[in-house]
Each structure stands twice: as C-alpha cells, then as structure tokens.
C-alpha cells in the first residue's frame, strides 16, 4: 500500500545539524496523513519528535526546545526534519511515522549518533 523511506542520518558531532527526510510512495498518504518523526535509543521506549498536520500544524517534544523543524517538501513527497544545535542526548534511531486516523505506517528508521 504506501511505504516510508528515511534517509539523511549520520554522525556528527555535538552542535552540529542533520537533515532527515521521510519519503512517501503514496502522495494520498502524503497529502492526508498526519506525519511524525519518533526516536528511540537502546532501552528506551519509543518517543515523538515532531509531527505535521495535513494542514501543516506542527507539533514539539518538549525536549526539543526550538532546536527541530519539520516540515512538507510537496517536490519530493516527502517530510524533512532539520535538526540543529545536536546533543548526545539526541543519539537514538529515528523512525517516520504516517497515520490518516485508520491505518498506521512506520519507516524503517535511520541512525542519528551525536558525539562530542
């Protein structure tokens, strides 16, 4: 049905900025859905990062503060976090998430590791 890529994780070091973004196979999913970045590090549970309404609401984890922004790149089908002033508390697997309200989807997830 509609598939999740994630790309543009890495290493880098603490201060520095990543880019991720979410690509969709579905633009009904895409256009509709609501979207989101989670992460999870080994032996913890997995957290919301940032959503985006169809309407382009944004939410924040509180962690945040500022530092993240997701957006829609409609060129690609796609949904970008950009993440700058990296910390080491920010190294985890970050996974694209997809919901219309009825059905569900995950990405694969991508390795954020910050290092100082």
């Known amino acids: 049905q509609a598939q999740l890529v994630e790309s543009g994780g890495g290493s880098v070091q603490a201060g520095g900025s990543l880019r991720l973004s979410c690509a969709a196979s579905s633009t009904f999913i895409f256009r509709f859905a609501t979207m989101g970045w989670y992460r999870q590090a080994p032996g913890k549970q997995r957290e919301l990062v940032a959503e985006?309404?169809?309407?382009?609401?944004?939410t924040y984890a509180g962690s945040i503060q500022g530092r993240f922004t997701i957006s829609r790149d409609s060129a690609k089908n796609a949904v970008d976090l950009q993440m700058s002033s990296l910390k080491l508390e920010d190294t985890a697997v970050y996974y694209c998430a997809a919901s219309t309200g009825l059905r569900h989807y995950w990405g694969q997830g991508t390795q954020v590791t910050v290092s100082s």
């Open positions: 985006i309404t169809s309407g382009d609401s944004t």
